[in-house]
């Protein structure tokens, strides 16, 4: 009975975890009914390069981690931190600065968010890592969002 009541579970699990998961990689496809295809209302495309977007996705995908006293990795990502945490600081994990305003290659918050941070001498696990029912990945949008504001020079508006 226990072995059946865990198969059910796991099975539950990941039936969960796939209808849950979100991918706005391919926000250009034309959806099976028809209907036009709709972009998600958490960016406009306008502010994406704005500080105050970026904030909102860290308010929503890091600070459970990267807050109060003592943030993991010892990056504090809470509004009115994170821009002087970020911008032209060394990473704990890597050579790298953690944002480099201009420079998406040179910035290793990006290379921690699409998990290519081995790859340029970092170390640890891409960001933002699972919790409960939230899929690791940062969607599409929220990526981008993050990289328009480096490539718009960081600034702090």
């Not at 975890?17 to 034309?30: P, S, V």
């Not at 998406?104 to 918050?109: D, F």
């Amino acid at each position: 009975m226990v072995r059946r009541l865990l198969w059910i579970a796991v099975a539950f699990f990941s039936l969960t975890m796939i209808a849950c998961k979100e991918d706005y990689e391919d926000l250009g496809r034309t959806p099976t009914n028809g209907a036009k295809p709709s972009v998600p209302k958490e960016i406009k495309v306008e502010d994406s390069s704005k500080f105050g977007q970026v904030q909102k996705i860290f308010n929503t995908s890091c600070v459970t981690c990267h807050s109060a006293a003592r943030p993991m990795g010892k990056l504090n990502l809470q509004a009115g931190a994170a821009y002087q945490s970020l911008v032209g600081r060394k990473s704990s994990q890597s050579a790298l600065n953690l944002v480099v305003a201009g420079d998406l290659k040179g910035s290793y918050l990006i290379h921690k968010i699409r998990g290519t941070h081995i790859q340029v001498g970092g170390s640890g696990l891409q960001m933002p890592t699972p919790r409960g029912f939230q899929p690791s990945r940062m969607s599409g949008l929220d990526m981008k969002a993050i990289e328009s504001w480096i490539e718009a020079g960081a600034p702090r508006n």
